[in-house]
């Protein structure tokens, strides 16, 4: 109870727009049918008064429903933690180390990102999710998480509901052999006859929700997988691509050095438990971030202000290999693409084999930057911004033609 009143406050109540939005309007919507269906069917199935595998069953109904709303509520209305307004570090010269963000009129703390959406500098931003309508971040990465759990557990747990309840109401109405097939159907034969009639509207509505159990089943927990993996390595999915660009960087201009993350303290059970912890409070402030032993607290940070002063690595340069239709969740381009889609509101770009696109970050399947109008490489030229999939381009040599960089500027450095 205490945790639950620490979420909804009173200046809470202003966040309500959020579900003003196509992507709760959605994620809501798809909970209600699936849980609505699954309390009817299971009553039709398994009548929970009259046994106690029927009571455990309905309740479980009820605890998946709970939870999954208490953690979704909870991702959305308790936000990611933003950076104060005006935040500088205590020491002024360590602001040298750090990026200005004009909007929030601070320094951005170590780990945190500005955010177009929220407008404001999002602690240890990881993405804006459509789907809460806000930020996965410091302070609800672990809620957003276990909602990502728990909704493919209930959406299991409801699509067993639906085939069973089809199955058992079908059995007496229909022949297609089935008398042969041993099966206890006393549920199915109770009387008095089950309170709720089982006609073509019924079977409809139940054959439309176990449609949307599994494909929920399938997208979120594929989600869950990206966010659990990201979380054992003490990373986001930004994090990631300045680690990616951290090590093109230092092959382009064969530096003798080496990149090591440092907020990844070397155990996935320390990692774990930054984000995952007994009082559902994350680890630390959002603001100061405990590093492995030999890195520096503005390790990142001095990395990004590298990788900013240098055109070349702010953006990766990749040539249009196969077309590309601009579809959300393309078909043609492989299951993993499919099914990791990015979660987010910003555009997916048509391109045309031999165009030519400016990455500027992205994930594992997927890539988002510029697409470049001209044949200019000059800076300032029009773009078309948006994401794109990872397989069908491929990254222009470092030393070929295309290369923004001037001739010469590898050997000089």
């Given at each position: 109870m205490g945790i639950f009143c620490s979420v909804i406050k009173f200046e809470n109540l202003q966040d309500l727009r959020r579900l003003c939005h196509w992507g709760p309007i959605i994620a809501l919507g798809v909970i209600a049918i699936c849980s609505t269906m699954a309390m009817i069917d299971s009553v039709l199935w398994y009548w929970p008064l009259h046994?106690?595998?029927?009571?455990?069953?309905?309740?479980?109904?009820?605890?998946?429903t709970v939870m999954i709303l208490y953690n979704y509520f909870n991702a959305m209305f308790a936000g990611p933690g933003f950076v104060p307004r005006g935040w500088k570090p205590e020491k002024s010269q360590d602001s040298m180390y750090l990026q200005y963000c004009k909007v929030c009129q601070a320094y951005k703390a170590p780990r945190s990102h500005h955010c177009r959406k929220c407008n404001r500098c999002v602690m240890k931003m990881?993405?804006?999710c459509p789907w809460i309508n806000n930020c996965c971040g410091h302070q609800n990465h672990a809620s957003f998480t276990l909602f990502l759990l728990l909704a493919p557990l209930g959406c299991t747990h409801a699509a067993f509901i639906f085939v069973m309840t089809m199955y058992t109401q079908l059995y007496n109405r229909l022949s297609f052999g089935w008398n042969t097939v041993k099966i206890d159907m006393s549920a199915a034969r109770r009387d008095p006859p089950p309170i709720v009639p089982f006609g073509l509207a019924a079977f409809a509505a139940t054959l439309f929700a176990l449609g949307l159990a599994l494909g929920t089943t399938i997208a979120v927990g594929m989600l869950f997988f990206i966010q659990i993996k990201i979380i054992l390595r003490n990373k986001t999915s930004i994090e990631s691509w300045i680690e990616e660009k951290a090590k093109d960087r230092i092959q382009y201009y064969q530096l003798d050095e080496v990149?090591?993350?440092?907020?990844d303290m070397g155990s996935k059970w320390k990692n774990f438990k930054q984000v995952f912890t007994w009082s559902g409070v994350p680890e630390g402030d959002g603001l100061e971030w405990p590093i492995r032993e030999g890195c520096d607290q503005y390790s990142l940070t001095i990395e990004q202000l590298k990788q900013k002063a240098?055109?070349?690595v702010r953006s990766v340069r990749y040539k249009v290999i196969e077309d590309y239709n601009g579809a959300c969740c393309p078909l043609n381009r492989g299951v993993r693409t499919f099914f990791t889609s990015p979660c987010t509101e910003e555009p997916r770009i048509r391109l045309q084999k031999g165009e030519f696109i400016l990455a500027t970050r992205g994930l594992r399947y997927w890539l988002y930057g510029d697409k470049i109008l001209d044949d200019s490489f000059i800076e300032g030229t029009s773009r078309v911004r948006g994401w794109f999939p990872r397989n069908c381009v491929e990254k222009c040599p470092c030393d070929g033609d295309s290369d923004?960089?001037?001739?010469g500027e590898?050997?000089?450095r």
């Open positions: 046994t106690t595998g029927g009571s455990v069953n309905f309740i479980m109904l009820i605890n998946w990881d993405h804006h990149f090591i993350f440092p907020y240098d055109k070349r923004p960089a001037p001739e590898k050997k000089n």
